[in-house]
Every structure is written in structure tokens, then in C-alpha cells.
């Protein structure tokens, strides 16, 4: 039976390799997160990139799949085509078929012909097919092997049928199989319309490109012949299925369809407005599935890199979706319909559904927040131009659209091209590179990918017999015995190191885990009788290259000694707890708050675990007890903690959870906690280490909870010896209370509300008594006022008062007397503390209470200000009181004169 919908068609590509003895791999996640080149994975054949090179090797040499692909950057940037054009999209699947050195160019070209015309039913008729103009070979399989007439036959040059993957490395020619929609589609209007002419006619749609990579490219641009060819070759399912279905437009096919459908529905157009607004449905029906993948593949809207490209396209999916009708937030409407389409084939997007509804609402919600305002700057800021006679907006005002405003730059063109204004580009970039350099976001990465010196040491190590490079097991145990085939000093190789020096190490074998999955690094020690190295931390920076990083103690050791690598097993034993307890938690916070709780990030040290996950609202105490009662419990019932390799497929399809970010192989590492027998308390993908049984976790206990990010909430524990030592700490402070307030525990509580209830009227009755202390001190300084030019001028200092008894002396002082100046000093706690008074009708004639105030305090070491009717300073010399009090009178003599 011939395959009609997508879904069948994916599935019989499948099945059809797989016949052919070829291993189905499932598809990559899109985020490139080992790519410094690429944001996403947009080809089948980037997960078997280090296949093809020879750096790494696999249980098979024939495979197939269907990838999630994106081509929004770079050459591969189809976003301003997706949707003026029928068949361009930002997200797709591409079905491939690979062999690493396995057939070649007759296999390849036979697997093609034979799947689209007997598996899919396709016309050969309707066939055309190019090969490059120097492969006679190729050619001559088209038509003396499979028997295709020569005039479907076509030779092209580099620009179509050369495949390069840079500028040195594998390459080779590419055949293409190509469509024909017949003599009506044609776009072109050129008498001999033909796929030889390359100019994007509608007539020809290219299904299915077929890669020989046949040769190795050198500097000086001379290839020679690679010893063992392979196999890529790519076909978009859109295309096959629009093909299948007699859909010359992509979005009428099965895939978009629904979509299309339910957009119609919110909106409640008609057939001819959907048809007058074909543009925005494409753009949301593409869109809104690109972002339900994306965010499928653990990926949040940001300010940089794939966060910044799902933020762009749910933002112009909702641009286009306020262009067409819709006045509230759509795309989740939209979202449902992909999960449920496709929930079969990629179960994350059902395991993520509601983080991926809620992350595209709250998305769509905060643009519409800003949308108007951006428009409308955006509308002011091409009026300038057009008034000036210009018409290309600046990198920096397009990039503050952007940094302000929240609009992308992919929005600003696709508004303002309508009224003939481009763009700075160019200007766009280097403002965004500025704000990066200042903010320090981006001052160091162009760094951060050169691995050329452990390139070239693991080399020199394969080449030298560690065929694998090193041999990497922290699982076994925490010692074991090698050689040392690697040294690094100062970044540089070198044959011997000795005590001082800081060094990067490589053993043959290690047993040190290296930082991964938010678990940190082993430490510890490398030896021989006469050599110690302190090993403080590890890296990884190439596949197959292990590196100790640390400091030689004492001795010295050279390449090819033989030497103890032991990690240090207490720190171990901590890391182990906090690792297997934050599975725990993760279950628990799923189970408590909902399954739209996805780990965001974590951080498994020895001292403390941290957890990141989506969540909007802040986790109140009560609920946090409960969570941290129901771990406690988990860890009291002592479930066996199992790990299991498996497939990554087999253990996905067993309910496995696959973590956010993290890259995984054909086979998995799995741990499950729980009893045997029974359903898993919890079951994850994980490569960190753990305890056996849950019981060797001790304790689990909270130290924090908070906001880390829009819709991301963080949490903090600690585990056994931490957690022991954190409720020693606490019930030692508890035993102290206890003493010193001679109250049992059970009433402490009770206790210390009555002390507070105590405090709080003996604090009533201090105030009382220091209004009272005011009003009779009062008396007695007004008897010390003295006449300075006719005004009345009290200084004096009163004892026993505070800042706030001393506050209550100047209002009555200024509640009291007209045409008068009061300066009060005290002493409190052992430091002068000075207030000054002006009466309103001095102010007038030019005395201000802050200058007479600053003077003052000058001479008790201090300084102050406030308003020209009161001021206060403060001072280090009480000693010296008396004297700048006594500066006063001069002080208003002055002022008056």
C-alpha cells in the first residue's frame, strides 16, 4: 500500500532503508550546543559529521533518519521567503539516507529511484534528474542502470551539483532528483523552461539532493580521492509530500493543513480572506510549528544565539497574526495541533506540552506589551528619514528597536520594506557586538572555541596506538593504575614536569568524572613513589581527549611513567548524594506543581545542590516543607538506585525523561530509582554519578528558593554530611535559646512572642518618658537663649536623650518661638549627634539651618545637612561639643550682617 500523508511517507523512508540494512537514528535535537558555526542542526548529516571524518567511529556504516532541521542563519537563512514563497520554511524534516564508506554512488542512486517510484508511486515521467558535468559516472548509472531516458538527464556546474563542507576537507558531486509540476506551473515565462536554468521557476521543485563525497580537498584547491566514499543525501518531507499529494503548494499538503485550518477557525474568515491573506497563515502555520519544536528541544526565548532566533520567530508569527485579525495570543492554539500531529513520531513535544503552550503565551503576551510602542517609534524614526530624503535606517536605531523596544531586526525589515527603507545591516551587527563587548556577554568568545593544541595532541595519541583516545570510565571505581601518554605546560607540550608546575596531564585510562549534566568535576590526586599531582579540576575539550588540570607537589614525572590516579572518594561520596537527590527533587516538583515543571539547569557540587525549573510563581514555604518531607520520605523507603544502558529510542519509547540541552548518543545511559518489579519512582537519561540506594542520600534539606529569570524559578539543598551539618547548627542554636531564656523547646515560640509583646510597650513607654524628658529639658534651655542682632539664639546640650528625643526637642523649640535659633547637641552611644533649627521669617533674611549645622559640625569631626529649617550632623569628638556650640552666635552674627 503506497504511503498518502506525511506521517506514512516518514515512516515507509524509514522502513525502506531500514530493509536495506540500514540503522534508523533518530533525529538530533535542534540546538547545536558542539557547534561554534551553527545555532541549529539544519541537515541530516550534521549528527554524522565526525563519521565522515574518521574521528568517530559507530556500530554500523549504513543509516537513515528523519531530522528536525532549521535554516534561519548564514547561507541557510530561508526566513524572508517563508511565506510569499510555496515552499520554503524555517523548520523541516529532512529524510536521509548515510553511508560511511559502505555503497557508493550506483547503491545511492538506485535506493532513490527505486523509493520514489515503486515505494511512493511517483511518475517517472515527472522525473528529471542533474549530476555534476564531470561525473560521467553518475550519468552513466542514470541512464545505463537504471534506464532513464538522456533528455531527463541533466549536467550542471559547481554552483548546483558540487558539495564542499568548507574550504578544505570532504567533498564531492551531487546528483539531484527534481519535479516536474508540468508546462502550467511555469513562473519563468522563458521558451525553454528547464531545471538547467536555475532561476527558482515554479515548475521544478527539487525533492531529493544525493552528496558523493568522493574526494579530500587540499589548501591549494587540488582533490584526491577519499579511501573510503560516502554517502549524504537529504530529502525535505514537505516536498515529498506536496509531491505525494499533488499539492504544487506546500502549505496545502497534510503537514500544514490543520494549522492553516484552525488559524481560519480563530479568526472566522472566510475562504476568500483566508486566500487574500495567504502570507500571514504560512508565516504562523510555519512559525508557530518551528517554535513548538524548538521549544520542545529545551530551548527559551533570549536575548542571544537560538533563544534570540525562537523569540524572533514567535515574535513575527505574532506581527503577522495582529496584521491578519487576531487581537489576543493564538499560537498555542496552533502548537496543540503539531504536538498532537506529530506527538507520535517526537514524544518530547507530548512530554513538553504544557511548557511549550505556556512559554509561546507568555512569549506572545510580553510582545504585545511593546508591539505598539516599537511601531510607533519605528513610524517616527522613517518619517525623519523620508523627511531628510534618506532611506536607510542606522545600525544603532535599528538595533535600539530592538534592545529597547524588543523588536528584531527581521520585523523592522519585513515592515519597512513595504515602504521602500532598508536597513544597515552591516551597522546592526557592530551595535550589537558594542553592546556585547560592554555589557561582557561577548568580550571573550571569539576565544572560546580554539582547540587547536589538543587537536593536535589527540592526534599525536591516536597515531601513537589509543585508537579511541583516552579510555574514559569514572562508573568502575575511584583508583586505578596507567600510563601517562600526555603533558601540558603553559598551553604547551612538553616531555616532563616537575614539582611547581601547573599542568594539564592525559593517562591512557582515567577514572575521573569530568564536569557534565551540571556535575561538577572530580578532584584528587596522581602519583608514583618519588610524584604527586594535585588534581583540581578536569577537562574535556575535544571528543577523546581527557585532561587532569592541576599542580605538581613534589617530584617530578615524564611521559611514559606509569603512575595511581585516585580521586578524592569523600568529595565523591557527597557529589553522589546531591546528584541522586536531585532526581528525587525533580520528581517531587513535577508531582507537586505540575508537569510543566522541566529541569532548567542544575549544579551538583559536594557542599550543595542547585536546581533550575520552569515555574511563573514563587514557591510558598508551606508547599516547599511538603516537597522536602515527600524527598525525606523517598530517600527513608531506600529504593535501589539501578543504572542500565540502552537505546536512546528503546529508552524514550520505556518512559525515560531526556533532559533539556543535553546531547545524547545512540546508546544511553539510564537511572532508575525505585523497587523492581514496579513502576520507576523516577526514570532519566543520566551520565552523572550516584548512590546505590536511596537511604546513602541521609538528609535532604532546602536553604533557598527564588527567581532567576522570566519563568524560571531556582532552588537550593543540601544532602547528608551538608544537611547534618546544617540541623547540628541550628539545634545548637536552638539549645542556646533554650538556656538562655530557660524555656522548654515545645514553648519557645510562645516564649519569645511574649518577650516581643514586652518589648514593644517598653519601647511605648521609652517614647513616653523621652516626651516628657523633651518637655522638661525644654524649660531649662530656653532659660540659656542669649540675643544675637535681634534674634533669639538658643545653644545648649541635653543629656540623656537620643537622635529622636533630640528631634523632639527642635520641633518644640521651632512649634514655640518666632525670629529664633536653637542648636541642640547630645551625646549618644559615644558619638555627638547635633540638631539645628531656623524659624521661617529668618530663612527670609538668609540663615539656613544646613549651613549653620555643617559649620558646627566640623569642629566635632563630622558633617551633615537637610533643610534650611532643620538639619542634623553627626560628629566622631564628643569632647569637642561644647566648643561648636559655641561657634553659633557668630555663626547668625554673620549671616544677619
Known amino acids: 500500500m503506497r504511503p498518502t500523508t506525511s506521517n506514512e511517507i516518514r515512516t515507509a523512508f524509514l522502513e525502506f532503508f531500514n530493509e ?52 534561519v542563519q548564514g547561507k541557510h537563512n530561508d526566513l524572508e521567503n517563508v511565506g510569499p514563497s510555496p515552499r520554503h520554511h524555517t523548520f523541516f524534516e529532512m529524510l536521509g539516507n548515510f553511508s560511511f564508506g559502505d555503497y557508493f554512488k550506483e547503491g545511492a542512486i538506485h535506493f532513490a529511484y527505486d523509493f520514489m517510484t515503486k515505494v511512493c508511486g511517483v511518475s517517472a515521467e515527472k522525473l528529471y534528474f542533474t549530476v555534476h558535468t564531470s561525473d560521467d559516472e553518475a550519468y552513466a548509472i542514470w541512464k545505463d542502470k537504471v534506464g532513464v531516458p538522456e533528455d531527463h538527464i541533466l549536467r550542471m556546474g559547481d554552483k548546483t551539483n558540487f558539495w564542499m563542507m568548507g574550504d578544505i576537507g570532504p567533498c564531492g558531486p551531487t546528483s539531484e532528483l527534481h519535479y516536474d509540476w508540468g508546462p502550467e506551473a511555469c513562473t519563468c515565462g522563458e521558451p525553454d523552461c528547464s531545471v538547467v536554468l536555475d532561476n527558482d521557476c515554479g515548475r521544478w521543485l527539487e525533492v531529493w539532493n544525493l552528496v558523493f563525497m568522493q574526494f579530500d580537498q587540499a589548501e591549494d584547491g587540488t582533490r584526491t580521492p577519499l579511501p573510503r566514499p560516502g554517502v549524504d543525501t537529504g530529502m525535505g518531507l514537505e516536498r515529498i509530500s506536496s509531491v505525494v499529494q499533488g499539492t504544487p503548494v506546500n502549505y496545502d499538503n497534510d503537514l500544514f493543513a490543520a494549522a492553516m485550518d484552525r488559524v481560519q477557525e480563530l479568526l472566522g474568515d472566510s475562504d476568500q480572506q483566508r486566500a487574500e491573506k495567504f502570507v500571514g497563515y504560512r508565516v504562523i502555520a510555519d512559525h508557530g510549528r518551528a517554535a513548538t519544536f524548538i521549544i520542545g528541544d529545551g530551548v527559551r526565548p533570549g536575548a542571544a544565539g537560538a533563544g534570540y532566533v525562537l523569540r524572533m520567530i514567535i515574535r513575527r508569527a505574532a506581527r503577522f497574526g495582529r496584521s491578519i485579525g487576531f487581537d489576543r495570543p493564538f499560537l498555542a492554539e496552533v502548537a496543540r495541533l503539531y504536538i498532537a500531529q506529530m506527538g507520535d513520531t517526537y514524544p518530547e513535544l507530548r512530554q513538553r506540552q504544557d511548557h511549550i503552550l505556556r512559554t509561546l503565551t507568555q512569549e506572545e503576551e510580553r510582545f504585545g506589551r511593546t508591539l505598539d510602542n516599537a511601531l510607533t517609534h519605528l513610524q517616527e524614526i522613517v518619517q525623519t528619514l523620508k523627511d531628510k530624503g534618506e532611506t536607510v535606517i542606522s545600525g544603532d536605531a535599528a538595533f535600539n528597536l530592538y534592545a529597547t523596544h524588543g523588536l528584531p531586526l527581521e520585523i523592522t525589515n519585513d515592515v519597512v520594506k513595504t515602504w521602500g527603507i532598508t536597513v544597515d545591516e552591516r551597522g546592526y551587527q557592530e551595535a550589537r557586538r558594542q553592546h556585547a563587548m ?30 579511541e583516545g583516552v579510555e574514559y570510565d569514572p562508573y568502575r571505581d575511584y583508583w586505578i593504575a596507567s600510563e601517562v601518554v600526555g603533558l601540558l605546560k603553559d598551553g604547551e607540550p612538553v616531555t616532563e614536569v616537575r614539582a611547581g608546575d601547573k599542568v594539564e596531564l592525559v593517562t591512557a585510562v582515567t577514572p575521573f568524572y569530568v564536569e557534565a549534566g551540571g556535575e561538577v568535576s572530580d578532584t584528587g590526586r596522581i602519583y608514583h613513589d618519588t610524584f604527586t599531582l594535585r588534581v583540581d579540576d578536569m577537562k574535556k575539550p575535544v571528543n577523546g581527549l581527557i585532561l587532569h588540570v592541576g599542580q605538581v607537589e613534589k617530584g617530578s614525572v615524564a611521559i611514559g611513567d606509569n603512575v595511581q590516579l585516585e580521586v578524592d572518594n569523600k568529595r565523591r561520596g557527597d557529589i553522589r548524594r546531591n546528584h541522586t537527590a536531585t532526581h528525587i527533587l525533580h520528581r517531587e516538583l513535577r508531582r507537586h506543581l505540575g508537569s510543566h515543571v522541566i529541569q532548567q539547569g542544575s549544579l551538583v557540587a559536594p557542599d550543595r545542590l542547585r536546581f533550575d525549573f520552569s515555574h511563573t510563581a514563587a514557591v510558598d514555604q508551606e508547599t516547599l516543607s511538603l516537597i522536602e518531607a515527600d524527598i525525606n520520605r523517598a530517600i527513608l523507603a ?3 538506585v539501578r543504572v542500565a544502558y540502552m537505546g536512546q529510542k528503546e529508552a524514550i519509547a520505556a518512559g525515560a525523561m531526556a533532559l533539556f540541552g543535553e546531547k545524547y548518543g545512540d546508546i544511553v545511559r539510564t537511572l532508575q530509582i525505585g523497587k523492581e518489579g514496579e513502576e520507576p519512582y523516577s526514570f532519566e537519561l543520566c551520565g552523572g554519578l550516584h548512590v546505590s540506594e536511596t537511604n546513602d542520600i541521609g538528609l535532604f534539606r532546602f536553604t533557598s528558593e527564588g527567581a532567576v529569570a522570566a519563568g524560571i524559578r531556582r532552588v537550593e539543598a543540601v544532602t547528608g554530611r551538608g544537611a547534618q551539618k546544617l540541623v547540628a547548627e541550628r539545634l545548637d542554636v536552638l539549645d542556646r535559646l533554650v538556656y538562655r531564656l530557660n524555656t522548654p523547646v515545645h514553648e519557645l515560640e510562645t516564649r519569645l512572642e511574649a518577650l516581643q509583646n514586652d518589648n514593644r510597650a517598653l519601647q511605648k513607654q521609652v517614647e513616653q518618658l523621652q516626651q516628657k524628658l523633651a518637655a522638661v529639658q525644654f524649660e531649662s534651655l530656653m532659660a540659656q537663649a542669649q540675643d544675637v542682632a535681634g534674634v533669639r539664639v538658643v545653644t545648649a546640650v541635653a543629656e540623656g536623650v537620643d537622635s529622636e528625643g533630640l528631634r523632639l526637642l527642635a520641633d518644640r523649640f521651632r512649634d514655640n518661638h518666632e525670629t529664633a535659633v536653637g542648636v541642640i547637641g547630645t551625646v549618644y552611644q559615644g558619638k555627638p549627634l547635633i540638631i539645628a533649627v531656623v524659624t521661617k521669617d529668618l530663612i527670609a533674611r538668609g540663615l539656613k539651618a544646613g549651613d549653620i549645622v555643617r559649620e558646627v559640625a566640623r569642629v566635632v569631626g563630622g558633617g551633615g545637612g537637610g533643610r534650611p529649617d532643620m538639619a542634623q550632623a553627626g560628629g566622631k569628638d564628643p569632647s569637642k561639643l561644647p566648643e561648636a556650640l559655641a561657634l553659633v552666635p557668630n555663626l547668625v552674627k554673620a549671616s544677619l550682617s
Do not use: W
Open 20 to 71: 536495506l540494512n540500514h540503522e534508523i537514528v533518530p533525529s538530533a535535537v535542534l540546538p547545536q550546543h558542539d557547534n561554534p558555526t551553527l545555532l541549529f542542526t539544519n541537515a541530516g548529516m550534521n549528527q554524522f559529521v565526525d563519521v565522515f571524518l574518521g574521528k568517530e567511529k559507530r556500530p554500523y556504516t549504513r543509516a537513515t533518519s528523519s531530522q528536525k532541521c532549521m535554516r
Open 438 to 467: 560592554a555589557s561582557g556577554s561577548g568580550a571573550f568568545k571569539e576565544y572560546a572555541q580554539d582547540t587547536g593544541i589538543y587537536g593536535q595532541l589527540l592526534a599525536s595519541l591516536v597515531t601513537s596506538g589509543l585508537s
Open 638 to 640: 531506600n529504593y535501589p
